[in-house]
C-alpha cells in the first residue's frame, strides 16, 4: 500500500473472507478499496475504476483482477499465451504478459503456500 501511497485510513470496511489462497486456510482482509486501472498507453486506452480487497498477505502477486473486473473491461484472458483482449476507444487493446515473470511468480507462490500450511501445522 505504501508503494501507492496509501494509508489504512484510505480503505472501507469490508466483510469478504477468501478461501482456499493456501489450502485449509482462509483469510480476511483488512479493507478495500476503489482504484482507476488502466490498460494500454497514452493514445489508446481503457480506464475503469475497480473496488480490490487487501489483504496482509506475503505473495508472489500484487493485484488480483477477477472475474468482476475482466467483465467490467469486457476483457477475454487467455491463460496459455499470457494474453488479454478487450475494446478500446479506438479498437483492440492487447495486453501481454511476460512467461519468465508468469513462472517466476508460480514458483514464488508455490514455495509460499508450501511454507504457510507448513507453519500452520506446526501450531
Known sequence: MTKLGLEAKDLEPTR???HGIVPGLSCSPIGRIRL??????NSHFRREPIWFEVVDLSSAYHPLLGRPAL????????????KIKQPGPKGLITVTGDYRKSIECAQDGAKLAESMVVAEEWR
Not at 36 to 41: A, I, K, N, Y
Not at 71 to 82: D, E, R, S, T
Open 16 to 18: 469478504m473472507i477468501f
Open 36 to 41: 482507476d486501472v488502466l490498460f494500454s498507453d
Open 71 to 82: 467483465a467490467k473491461f469486457m476483457a477475454v484472458p487467455h491463460y496459455a499465451y499470457l
